[in-house]
């Protein structure tokens, strides 16, 4: 999890991003103090752009259109499948220009503003490998499961969930299977 603050400093220090909207972003939230305000065309974001831009799910007094329709419904669904569209963009863009410094800048970003049990070798290493992965290798996987209650939360299909972490994390066997016949070696 990294906060809102972190992900526009680190998009900021990679000197943003180019994004091709789809279609007029307008949604104003006074409580949140939320105001996105986004035209359709290509974009070059910086963080607070980019962050307006991940943030939007629906129009200002939830004045839809069949265009806007057809890449946003309302959802965190949908959302999530313009996130992923954004990091595949991210990625495309920026894993071949990244120097050694500004890695360690926006690790060190990264670092100050979450937990983990992995150390700053560990992503380093895996960043200076980034220029080597090929796009078509890098999967994003949104949990198997379903909305419930109108849409409020959603409930994460276990069985689902464990086939696909046993297919991209293990090489033999269940995830979950492996997991507990570990618990009973004593």
Known sequence: YINLATFRKIIDLLGGVDIDVPV????DDPVQDLHIHISKGSHHMDGKMAEEYLRFRKPNNNQWNSELRKYYDGSDLSRIKVQQGFLRELVKQKSNIIGLTKINQILETVF??????????DFLS???SLPTV???????FMLPGSAEA??????MNEQKTGEIISEYFYSKGNAFEEEESQQGAG
Not at 24 to 27: R, W
Not at 112 to 121: E, F, G, I, K, W
Not at 134 to 140: A, Y
Request: glycine share 0%.
């Open 24 to 27: 007029d972003l307008d949604y």
């Open 112 to 121: 100050d503003n979450m937990q983990t049990n992995a150390d700053m070798s």
């Open 126 to 128: 895996l960043a200076k």
């Open 134 to 140: 090929s796009l078509d290798k890098i999967n994003f």
């Open 150 to 155: 109108n849409d409020i939360y959603y409930e």
